[in-house]
């Protein structure tokens, strides 16, 4: 069913870097995705072919950056481009996880802020919105010029965890920098929160310190995001030290970068929950994995943007989270 608005129909186009997200916010949307050819030439040069006319429609994009990031990247510019010459109405990236939000600041001599120049490109390409989950530092929004959302997977989190009815349970900040946003989680929860200090002795040691009380409790570990998966591992050990419990880790973004799976399968988890923001290859997957998927989350975002009405709305509890 066409869903029409002042910029005409929804039309959802999926990148090559989440199809299976793309297809189920297209099945909860009721209205397809539209076809398109993308082309890797033998030079790696990729082309953009879209199937019909766009001219005046309201255009979704649905490209997450993860790895290849830099393929998955240069494609999404490039749909970009593709639409913004095709006359479309609107032109919105729904961009699940975004690349390089981990350099956001310069905290070294000599370095870049690889975040804003991401920024600065997906405006240039032409997206008039941007639509993004959970992003690894607040400030990433004030990198963009146009409108965007940045929407939070954490209540989908917490809803679930909240169905296992932990009775004797503490929500764990894997790092100080995560505390904010576990204090949310845990405040969702109705639980205590504690917090996993790493203080750098040298430039070799690290000591991991857990602030709080968690003998003998279930834990429940979370982050933004797990990408080598060392310091939510080495989190999960120094609570195992401590005598907690059962261990479960919660996150949005499995990254899973390098030998993290391995590093996961390890590490004395009960269970990782984690969102669908980045698609797991099958080699990574791990029996004690439990993937929530955001689809309908952001596919209620799409209808939103696309009828003009308050994404805000949806997330009023959650402002613990931002």
């Known amino acids: 069913m066409a869903h029409i608005g002042c910029y005409g129909e929804i039309l959802l186009y999926a990148g090559t870097g989440s199809p299976e997200l793309a297809a189920q916010i297209a099945a909860n949307l009721d209205c397809g995705l539209c076809d398109r050819e993308v082309i890797t030439y033998p030079n790696s040069n990729l ?74 490109m997906i405006q240039a390409a032409g997206a008039d919105r941007y639509i993004t989950l959970d992003l690894h530092a607040g400030q990433i929004q004030g990198f963009f010029s146009i409108p965007g959302d940045v929407i939070t997977a954490f209540p989908l989190l917490a809803d679930y965890m909240r169905k296992k009815d932990l009775q004797h349970a503490v929500v764990v900040a894997a790092d100080l920098g995560f505390a904010k946003k576990a204090r949310a989680f845990a405040t969702e929860l109705d639980l205590p929160v504690a917090f996993v200090e790493k ?7 690290e000591v991991l310190t857990v602030i709080g009380d968690v003998e003998g409790m ?105």
């Open 199 to 205: 203080r750098r002795m040298d430039t070799r040691t």
């Open 218 to 322: 279930d834990t429940i570990l979370v982050d933004d995001e797990v990408d080598t998966a060392g310091t939510i591992c080495d989190a999960a050990s120094a609570l195992a030290k401590a005598g907690a419990r059962d261990i479960y880790g919660c996150f949005v973004h499995p990254v899973l970068s390098a030998d993290a799976s391995e590093l996961l399968r390890r590490t004395p988890f009960k269970e990782l929950v984690m969102t669908n923001s980045v698609p797991i290859p099958p080699q990574k997957w791990l029996p004690n994995m439990t993937i929530i998927s955001v689809s309908s989350m952001l596919s209620g975002v799409i209808q939103r943007v696309h009828d003009g009405c308050s994404v805000g709305e949806m997330f009023a509890p959650y402002h613990g989270y931002s």
């Open 47 to 120: 082309f953009v072919r879209l199937g019909a006319s766009v001219r005046g429609q309201d255009t979704f994009i649905i490209q997450t950056t993860s790895a290849p990031t830099n393929d998955n990247l240069m494609e999404l510019l490039i749909f970009i481009d593709t639409l913004k010459r095709s006359s479309a109405g609107r032109v919105t990236a729904v961009i699940p996880y975004l690349g390089y939000a981990r350099s956001d600041k310069k905290d070294q001599p000599r370095i870049p802020i690889t975040a804003r120049l991401v920024a600065d």
